[in-house]
Nanobody, 115 residues
Framework: QVRLVESGGGLVQAGGSLRLSCAAS????????VGWYRQAPGKQRELVVI???????NFADSVKGRFTSSRDNAKNTVSLQMNSLKPEDTAVYYC?????????WGQGTQVTVSS
């Protein structure tokens, strides 16, 4: 069973920064994909960034140029650095990974950006 645990959420003013971290219970090399999603109140969950097995990453257009992501293979963590935050970035941020048809989600961490 894979466990994903997010940390680093909080309250920040618009224009500020936050760094989220996702710690996996196993090797992230075992994941076909791993990444971050978010869900704002009343909206569907949406992709923020996804890493594929070959080491490439793809970001949602809404966060390109503001968010970056990194993987620490030795620590089995995936981080999300969020800069120039906007009120519309307010959401619960989830870490997600899959191995074949098995999909794993973290419990989520709240990010609130005040205007």
């Amino acid at each position: 069973q894979v466990r994903l645990v997010e940390s680093g959420g909080g309250l920040v003013q618009a224009g500020g920064s936050l760094r989220l971290s996702c710690a996996a219970s196993g090797s992230i090399f075992s994941f076909d994909t791993v990444g971050w999603y978010r869900q704002a109140p009343g909206k569907q969950r949406e992709l923020v960034v996804i890493w594929t097995r070959d080491g490439s990453s793809n970001f949602a257009d809404s966060v390109k140029g503001r968010f970056t992501s990194s993987r620490d293979n030795a620590k089995n963590t995936v981080s999300l650095q969020m800069n120039s935050l906007k009120p519309e970035d307010t959401a619960v941020y989830y870490c997600r990974a899959n191995i074949g048809s098995y999909v794993y989600w973290g419990q989520g961490t709240q990010v609130t950006v005040s205007s």
